[in-house]
C-alpha cells in the first residue's frame, strides 16, 4: 500500500520526467531511495546520450551504486514514473533493489503487470516488492502530451 512518502518521491520523480521532456526526450523519470534519502536520481535520455541503456532507471540505479560505492543497493526503493521495460526490471534486481514503486502503467512494454509480470517469475534470485499506480494520472499525462505534441 502506498504511504505520504511514496507520494513525495514520486513527485520528485516526476519533475525529472518534466526535465527529460524539456529535452525532447520521452518524459519518464526516477529516484533511488535509501533510509529516507535520495541516493539516485535519473530522468531518460538515451537520444541526448547516444545511449540506449539510457532509462530514466538506469541513470538513477547507476548515480546511487555511486553515491553508494557498490553496485547492490539492499534496502533500497526505487520510484518511476512509467512501469518499467525488462531492461529496467532486469537492472533492479541485479542491483537488489528492495521495493518498486511506480506510477501508470505501460500497456505496450511494461514488464510488471502489463506483459511478463516478472515481479511473479520464480527464476530469479532476488525478489522485489511493487508498489503500481501511484500518482499514475499524472505519470500518464506527461507520456500522452509529449506524444501528442510530437505527432
Not at 533510509?35 to 530522468?43: A, D, K, L, P, Q
Not at 531518460?44 to 553508494?68: F, G, K, T, W, Y
Amino acid at each position: 500500500m502506498a504511504t505520504p512518502r511514496d507520494f513525495m518521491f514520486m513527485q520528485q520523480a516526476l519533475g525529472l520526467a518534466k526535465k527529460a521532456a524539456e529535452l525532447g526526450e520521452v518524459p519518464v523519470g526516477a529516484v533511488v531511495v535509501l533510509g529516507g534519502e535520495v541516493i539516485g536520481e535519473g530522468f531518460n535520455q538515451p537520444i541526448s546520450s547516444s545511449d540506449p541503456s539510457a532509462h530514466a532507471e538506469v541513470m538513477a540505479l547507476r548515480a546511487a551504486a555511486q553515491h553508494q560505492q557498490n553496485y547492490r543497493l539492499p534496502g533500497a526503493t526505487l520510484y518511476v514514473t512509467i512501469e518499467p521495460c525488462t531492461m529496467c526490471f532486469g537492472t533492479l534486481v541485479h542491483a537488489r533493489i528492495a521495493r518498486l514503486v511506480y506510477g501508470a502503467a505501460e500497456p505496450r512494454a511494461g514488464v510488471v503487470a502489463s506483459q511478463l509480470q516478472l515481479p511473479e517469475q520464480r527464476f530469479f534470485n532476488h525478489r522485489v516488492q511493487v508498489e503500481g499506480g501511484v500518482l499514475q494520472d499524472e505519470a500518464g499525462t506527461l507520456v500522452r502530451e509529449f506524444f501528442q505534441k510530437r505527432r
